[in-house]
Nanobody, 123 residues
Framework: VQLQASGGGLVQAGDSLRLSCTDS????????MAWFRQAPGKEREFVAG????????GYADSVNGRFTISRDRAKSTLYLQMNDLKPEDTALYYC?????????????????WGQGTLVTVSS
């Protein structure tokens, strides 16, 4: 599995971004997937997760209602639509593939990680 995250950038508060994560080897179609993030000086945290078939999703309280996770299994691509961005959303965002078909908030449940894409939100 090789996960490649992209789509990060520098935006202003209130703007939107869409992150993408492509599995170049197309081996994660039956895995739960998730986005995590790590802000400067903080531990990595769960942001959003999605089941293998897109049938179940979950979000951290801090992003619920602003972020939407989705996936296109045919393209082996995971997305994170981020709206109404806030300075506290500034972080390195990682995509990850779970060992099982459903997502988890626990990082230990993920076998594969992308390299991260940086999102910076200015006030």
């Amino acid at each position: 599995v090789q996960l490649q995250a992209s789509g990060g950038g520098l935006v202003q508060a209130g703007d939107s971004l869409r992150l993408s994560c492509t599995d170049s080897r197309r081996t994660t179609s039956n895995n739960g997937m998730a986005w995590f993030r790590q802000a400067p000086g903080k531990e990595r945290e769960f942001v959003a997760g999605i089941a293998w078939n897109g049938g179940g999703t979950g979000y951290a309280d801090s992003v619920n209602g602003r972020f939407t996770i989705s996936r296109d299994r045919a393209k082996s691509t995971l997305y994170l639509q981020m709206n109404d961005l806030k300075p506290e959303d500034t972080a390195l965002y990682y995509c990850a593939a779970a060992r099982k078909s459903f997502y988890s908030v626990q990082q230990s449940e993920y076998s594969y990680w992308g390299q991260g894409t940086l999102v910076t939100v200015s006030s």
